[in-house]
């Protein structure tokens, strides 16, 4: 393959998949109510540092607690930029911009690690196949930029599966239980099939991996409740309430349920997309790939037993059916000019150009999926105020809270912002805040200024393209119209 160069190998695969990944993180900057815990703890702790009683989570801290060790690592690496930010006077957003980027990286260097692993094992045109996969699909590089717990796992599972292509099947387990007990616990249905899978086929001992797992397991309890117990002020191990509140409690079903098959039947589709039947192809036609396949196809079966679901949960597994449906893709490319195999190189194609597509309508879906952000965006613009001694005070509400806002969303002085929550709608005529961010139309005392529109479905239609997105105004921007600066003011209404 005239792509297969040596440039490629170094640079250029990590070039693309950073650029595409780059690409949808300044296209879609603003985070959701998932991400919310370690965005804002990565805010806090290069802007607080350690003035811990002004971090958010002691006022917010959500429904589990979470561990800071993540956000901590990620602030670190992108304090140099933060600080620079800083000096020049730069919006806050810059800094999101700094810690997504310097997260994205250290995930996408877990993939390469774990690529070289794939080139070396199966050779450089599976290699190619298994970035033109990732390049295709639209979730991993799209969230490999978002501070969510599950993938601050992600890059410790890319590693795991580096050193079990590299036969280094310690180290891989060591990285698994190093995810479980610090970043998410449901990493545990995936190492117990791969330990079982390593047991059985002899592959390590029983009284070395027990010895190497405990002193990893103890390493990392012992680091995840020093720091979180400080940060949280209360002796903690985030993991443990989360695997209590989730598994023992199933108290996770309270934010909806699916059928055991949804990951198989709508999950995996979506996000695999041309690699779904590929995979199973690959499986197929080398046998080698059953031994890497068996066990995280275990870990999602297992993953499907808990009534709650999310594409999110089970996104570890995607760098391993990638490689499956790489070895066939590039069993197919190999044999495309045989009678039989030149039409599944053709139907292959053709599944590559539905992917983009798939990947393109998801992007734009997406896109207008943080309605809150761009609301808070315009605000800034447009809110000034001409004397700048008083102080503009923004109350956010709960729903604008989780559709795009976080804490480096935020301006500096004069701007204040509250996200006071439990406010009756009635009683804001009454609390003197000079703007509004509502999921609410009419706020008695306000008068709404501007709405930004949001995702909420697509429609099909004759023409081209087929598909396309209804949108529909999510937030509201209300101004007091006790203050006679903001009704004098033209603004585009709502």
């Given at each position: 393959?005239a792509?297969?160069?040596k440039?490629?190998q170094?640079?250029?695969y990590?070039?693309?998949?950073?650029s595409?990944?780059?690409?949808?993180?300044?296209?879609a900057?603003?985070?959701?109510v998932?991400?919310?815990f370690?965005v804002?703890a990565m805010?806090?702790?290069?802007?607080?540092?350690?003035?811990?009683?002004?971090y958010?989570?002691?006022?917010?801290?959500?429904?589990?607690?979470?561990t800071?060790?993540?956000a901590?690592?990620v602030?670190?690496l992108s304090s140099?930029?933060?600080?620079?930010a800083?000096?020049?006077?730069?919006?806050k957003?810059?800094?999101?911009?700094?810690?997504?980027?310097?997260?994205?990286?250290i995930?996408l260097?877990?993939?390469?690690?774990?690529?070289?692993?794939?080139?070396?094992?199966?050779?450089?045109h599976v290699?190619?196949f298994f970035?033109?996969?990732t390049?295709?699909q639209?979730?991993?590089?799209?969230y490999?930029?978002?501070?969510?717990p599950?993938?601050?796992?992600?890059g410790?599972?890319?590693?795991a599966?580096?050193?079990?292509?590299?036969?280094?099947f310690?180290?891989?387990l060591?990285?698994?239980i190093f995810?479980?007990i610090?970043?998410?616990?449901?990493?545990?249905l995936?190492?117990?099939p791969l330990?079982?899978e390593?047991?059985?086929?002899?592959s390590?001992?029983?009284?070395?991996a027990l010895?190497s797992?405990t002193?990893?397991?103890l390493?990392?309890?012992g680091?995840t409740?020093l720091?979180?117990s400080i940060?949280?002020?209360?002796?903690?191990?985030?993991?443990?309430e989360?695997?209590w509140?989730?598994?023992?409690?199933?108290?996770?079903?309270?934010?909806?349920t699916h059928?055991?098959?949804?990951?198989?039947t709508?999950a995996?589709?979506r996000s695999?997309l041309a690699?779904?039947?590929?995979?199973?192809?690959?499986?197929?036609?080398?046998?080698?790939?059953?031994?890497?396949?068996?066990?995280?196809?275990?870990?999602v079966?297992?993953?499907s037993?808990?009534?709650?679901k999310?594409?999110?949960f089970?996104?570890?597994?995607?760098?391993?059916?990638?490689?499956s449906a790489?070895?066939?893709?590039?069993r197919?490319?190999?044999?495309r000019k045989?009678?039989?195999w030149?039409?599944?190189?053709?139907?292959?194609?053709?599944l590559?150009?539905?992917s983009?597509g798939c990947t393109?309508?998801?992007f734009?879906?997406s896109?207008e999926?943080y309605?809150?952000?761009y609301a808070?965006?315009?605000?800034?613009?447009m809110g000034?105020?001409?004397?700048?001694?008083n102080?503009?005070?923004?109350?956010?509400?709960?729903f604008s809270?989780?559709?795009?806002i976080?804490?480096?969303?935020?301006n500096?002085?004069?701007w204040?912002?509250?996200?006071?929550?439990g406010?009756?709608l009635q009683?804001?005529?009454?609390r003197n805040?000079?703007y509004l961010?509502?999921?609410?139309a009419?706020?008695?005392?306000?008068?709404?200024?501007?709405?930004?529109?949001?995702?909420?479905g697509?429609?099909?239609?004759v023409?081209?393209?087929?598909?396309?997105?209804?949108?529909?105004p999510?937030v509201?921007?209300?101004g007091?119209?006790?203050?006679?600066?903001?009704m004098h003011?033209?603004?585009?209404?709502?």
């Open positions: 393959m792509i297969n160069s440039y490629m170094l640079y250029g990590d070039l693309l998949l950073g595409i990944a780059a690409f949808y993180l300044f296209m900057p603003y985070t959701k998932e991400e919310s370690n804002q805010h806090d702790v290069l802007y607080w540092r350690h003035h811990v009683e002004k958010d989570h002691l006022e917010f801290p959500g429904v589990v607690p979470r800071f060790i993540g901590v690592i602030s670190v140099p930029f933060v600080l620079g800083s000096l020049l006077q730069l919006p957003i810059y800094s999101l911009y700094a810690v997504r980027l310097v997260l994205g990286c995930i260097s877990t993939l390469r690690f774990f690529r070289i692993q794939i080139r070396k094992n199966f050779g450089s290699e190619v970035v033109v996969l390049l295709l639209f979730h991993m590089l799209f490999c930029t978002r501070p969510l599950n993938i601050l796992a992600f410790l599972v890319n590693l599966y580096g050193y079990w292509l590299k036969r280094s310690y180290a891989a060591n990285s698994l995810a479980t610090v970043f998410r616990c449901d990493i545990l995936l190492a117990a330990g079982l390593l047991l059985l086929s002899r390590i001992s029983l009284p070395k010895l797992c002193v990893t397991a390493f990392c309890i680091l409740v720091v979180d940060l949280w002020r209360k002796l903690l191990w985030p993991e443990l989360v695997f509140f989730n598994s023992v409690l199933n108290r996770s079903s309270e934010w909806g059928a055991f098959h949804w990951y198989f709508s995996l589709p695999l690699a779904y039947p590929l995979f199973v192809l690959g499986v197929l036609l080398d046998k080698r790939v059953r031994f890497y396949i068996i066990p995280v196809l275990s870990f079966v297992l993953y037993k808990l009534p709650h999310e594409l999110r089970i996104i570890s597994s995607l760098p391993m059916f990638n490689l790489a070895i066939a893709a590039s197919i490319y190999n044999n045989k009678s039989l030149k039409y599944l190189y053709v139907a292959m194609l053709g590559f150009l539905i983009l393109i309508l998801t734009m879906a896109y999926n309605p809150s952000g808070l965006k315009e605000l800034h613009k000034h105020l001409a004397n700048n001694s102080e503009v005070s923004v109350h956010i509400d709960t809270a989780i559709n795009g976080s804490r480096f969303c935020e500096h002085e004069p204040r912002y509250s996200k006071e929550e406010i009756p009683e804001f005529q009454t805040f000079t961010l509502s999921e609410h009419q706020v008695n005392g306000y008068k709404c200024l501007l709405s930004i529109k949001g995702f909420s697509t429609r099909l239609h023409g081209f393209p087929p598909i396309s997105l209804v949108k529909i999510k509201f921007v209300h007091n119209v006790e203050n006679e600066e903001i003011r033209s603004w585009p209404g709502c």
